[in-house]
């Protein structure tokens, strides 16, 4: 009818209008699909839709201990490593470095439909995998073994995941690829990759720990090549005269945001001091010469971090033990490794000047 138009009248839309279209029409695709899903009875919550959710891709290798299997893949080709998938498609596989992350947005999840029950804004965990779609019931046994709510499954045959998840509005992207990782941070997607632990620690079961690394992860890289090509001196004095100007932000900015917005929910019913979600600032900056910009910074934002450790150049390992994140993002791989010996699940973020430095690595 009349107004449902933006352009001049129904022949001659506006150049504008071409953006608008495909949305207009995704909504409908997806009003449709729900209608139809409506109309099935299931006690199962519906997966959310993308622009509500927050959409953590994860790969199958970031999600399942596949080492063997890659072996064999690497070593004997693609019809040997389908073949062996097949041949154990009822051996469950073991959790690989994402798994306990992606239980803990669970159960995030699960205090949410207590809490709002007809809200949409949550996790929604995507399985990710450049496997052919014959490896897929092998990883559907071992989701459903775990009781991991894992819907939405793109199996991509080879093909590079990139499209699918700017598709899926995905807001974190997690594989063991760091080649497919650096091109989804180029195409602007939050995105690290995974390193196992090296040893066998508890991680929490109620309470999601994330922990962040600052500059080159939840700001830009500025500082980073300050310290790179000036040194520290040149650096600290950097900081204190840009004291009150927010750095730029970096590429996992975002996810702390989706972060913060989730914890406003619990902090909105009371549940501040039983919040479901913790977030931890480690950084290798010093608190008295370098620390204020940065809380400046994430105030600016309207983010509220809750624990920050300015470590002044000491080692991260030590401090992220006592803290055991379900995962830890930093753009240096040398804080990766160090995590990684004292048994931190970690996750590196190819970003910034500090990639041009480690290329050996």
């Not at 998938?85 to 470095?97: A, M, R, S, T």
Request: hydrophobic content about 40%; aromatic content about 10%.
């Amino acid at each position: 009818g009349p107004g449902t138009m933006s352009g001049s009248g129904p022949e001659a839309p506006e150049p504008g209008d071409t953006e608008e279209a495909p949305l207009e029409e995704a909504e409908q695709d997806w009003a449709a699909a729900k209608a139809f899903y409506d109309n099935l009875v299931s006690k199962r919550p519906r997966p959310p839709k993308p622009q509500h959710a927050i959409t953590v891709a994860v790969s199958s290798r970031a999600l399942f201990d596949l080492v063997e299997e890659r072996r064999i893949y690497e070593e004997q080709g693609v019809e040997k490593y389908v073949k062996y998938q097949q041949d154990n498609e009822n051996v469950i596989l073991k959790p690989g470095p994402a798994f306990y992350f992606v239980k803990a947005l669970m159960h995030v999840n699960a205090r949410l439909l207590e809490l709002y029950p007809d809200d949409e804004e949550r996790f929604d965990i995507v399985l990710m995998t450049n496997n052919h779609a014959q490896v897929g019931v092998r990883l559907i046994n071992s989701i459903n073994h775990y009781g991991l709510t894992i819907e939405r499954f793109c199996m991509t045959g080879g093909k590079s995941p990139v499209g699918y998840l700017k598709a899926y509005l995905t807001n974190l992207y997690l594989s063991a690829d760091s080649e497919k990782v650096q091109e989804a941070i180029e195409a602007g997607i939050a995105s690290a990759t995974m390193f196992s632990a090296n040893k066998d620690v508890a991680y929490s079961d109620t309470q999601l720990r994330v922990a962040f690394d600052g500059d080159a992860v939840l700001f830009s890289d500025e500082s980073e090549q300050i310290v790179k090509e000036q040194g520290l001196d040149r650096f600290f004095e950097h900081e204190q005269l840009n004291e009150n100007k927010p750095l730029a932000q970096g590429p996992l900015k975002g996810f702390l945001e989706d972060l913060g917005k989730l914890q406003k929910k619990f902090y909105a019913k009371n549940e501040r001091l039983d919040c479901p979600i913790r977030t931890y600032l480690v950084t290798a900056r010093s608190a008295a010469s370098s620390g204020a910009r940065v809380l400046k910074t994430l105030r600016s934002w309207g983010l509220e971090i809750d624990e920050a450790l300015f470590l002044a150049g000491a080692p991260k390992g030590p401090i992220l033990v006592k803290i055991r994140p379900h995962i830890f993002f930093d753009d240096q791989m040398f804080h990766i490794e160090g995590a990684q010996k004292l048994g931190t699940i970690a996750a590196h973020v190819p970003y910034g000047v500090a990639q041009k430095y480690h290329k050996s690595a």
